[in-house]
T-cell receptor, first 117, second 113 residues
Framework: GAVVSQHPSRVICKSGTSVKIECRSL??????MFWYRQFPKQSLMLMAT?????????EQGVEKDKFLINHASLTLSTLTVTSAHPEDSSFYIC?????????????FGEGSWLTVV | AQSVSQHNHHVILSEAASLELGCNYS??????LFWYVQYPGQHLQLLLK??????LVKGIKGFEAEFIKSKFSFNLRKPSVQWSDTAEYFC???????????FGTGTRLQVFP
């Protein structure tokens, strides 16, 4: 079946630095990808919708200058957390829409644990 | 505010017990509905989805869900749970005319042998 891969699965960075998380659709093209954030024992919060070839659409309250999203190709979207702070530590999950599949199926990546120290 | 509600935050069952997890949404119009499962240490997986047609939807691993439009509900059921069903279950709604999936807060299911 369709697979969405995220890299890295775990990353530790120092406060003030930037870190990039990649989301790839491995066997389908995705014009739309989504980035979520999940706090421990909580639900997924949609951060932004990543659109291939255009600017991402951010949800209310999400700082677009802090969470940079680039969707440069039909199989890759990246999330860059800039000037990271400890409160940015979280589990980030991406998903991609397989528009070729019946019912526009959305597949999720494995998630990326970010720890800012 | 429009939302997705899962009223059961933590459910504990013995094996072979029946399961029903509630999901209610507040969006009007046509919606697409999903149930996802997240096993410990793993990523989200789709259990089942409803787009149109028969409101009783059958998914993987013996799960099913019933869409009741008048109640804005999409409850998940399984007649006999197994220890391996221990996981976090999320209901999600694809809001009308958007690409967004809005998730409920999740229900943690623990099944004891």
């Amino acid at each position: 079946g369709a697979v969405v891969s995220q890299h890295p699965s775990r990353v530790i960075c120092k406060s003030g630095t930037s870190v990039k998380i990649e989301c790839r659709s491995l066997d389908f093209q995705a014009t739309t990808m989504f980035w979520y954030r999940q706090f421990p024992k909580q639900s997924l919060m949609l951060m932004a919708t990543s659109n291939e070839g255009s600017k991402a659409t951010y949800e209310q309250g999400v700082e677009k200058d802090k969470f940079l999203i680039n969707h440069a190709s039909l199989t890759l979207s990246t999330l860059t957390v800039t000037s990271a702070h400890p409160e940015d530590s979280s589990f980030y999950i991406c998903s991609a829409r397989d528009e070729g599949a019946s019912g526009n199926t959305i597949y999720f990546g494995e998630g990326s644990w970010l720890t800012v120290v | 505010a429009q939302s997705v509600s899962q009223h059961n935050h933590h459910v504990i069952l013995s094996e072979a017990a029946s399961l029903e997890l509630g999901c209610n949404y507040s969006y009007g119009g046509t919606v697409n509905l999903f149930w996802y499962v997240q096993y410990p240490g793993q990523h989200l997986q789709l259990l089942l989805k409803y787009f149109s047609g028969d409101p009783l939807v059958k998914g993987i691993k013996g799960f099913e869900a019933e869409f009741i439009k008048s109640k804005f509900s999409f409850n998940l059921r399984k007649p006999s749970v197994q220890w391996s069903d221990t996981a976090e279950y999320f209901c999600a709604v694809n809001a009308p005319n958007t690409d967004k999936l809005i998730f409920g807060t999740g229900t943690r299911l623990q099944v004891f042998p």
